[in-house]
């Protein structure tokens, strides 16, 4: 992605740190929730390595091309178990997300060489591009209200943990937030 590189190693760290949480997740669960926290894993690492900084990685043209299929596919599993609710719906298309970021990264632009922190980068389609930063500012701005406590909790603030459900809302937030900064950035 383009941008300055703290921009890019805050997003890092935050993806990574998201996958990693999802991954410990994966083991806790079973079912259809286990599914979940393994394409939220998939989807926090893969943005993580999307949003590495030029000077840490620069990956080769063909690797643009192995992003949008592996997301393609994913996105095909997110389709596929659409009808089953949960959150599927938004697994599609932040995995569509994800293969339309790829795709605009290995477009050469102006004759430039495509990809990662190229100045020459196309911004991409502008229409597709406007969608999905109004999706993912809904998606934020709704996950967001959900988390505002109504009341405290009986046994006071320390009787939250880190393993209930609003934590792996909180994970999806931080991967939405990650999303609308890099289609902002691109």
Known sequence: MHGPALSAWLLLTLCGAVGVYCLLRMRRCAGEERRTAGSEALMGFGMAVMAAPPAMLTPPAWSWAVYAAVFGAAA???????????????????????????????????????????????????????????????????????????????????????????????????????????????
């Open 76 to 186: 095909l599993r997110a389709l596929s178990a659409v009808r089953r609710g949960g959150h599927h719906l938004h697994h599609l298309l932040g995995s569509l997300a994800m293969v339309y970021m790829a795709v605009v990264m290995a477009a050469p632009a102006q004759g430039a060489h495509g990809g990662h922190g190229s100045a020459g980068v196309t911004a991409g389609v502008p229409l597709v591009t406007g969608a999905l930063l109004a999706y993912y500012v809904v998606y934020v701005l709704r996950a967001g209200t959900r988390l505002v406590p109504v009341a405290v909790p009986s046994g006071g603030p320390s009787a939250a943990r880190s393993t209930g459900p609003e934590f792996a809302l909180v994970c999806r937030l931080s991967m939405a937030l990650a999303m609308l900064a890099m289609l902002v950035a691109l």
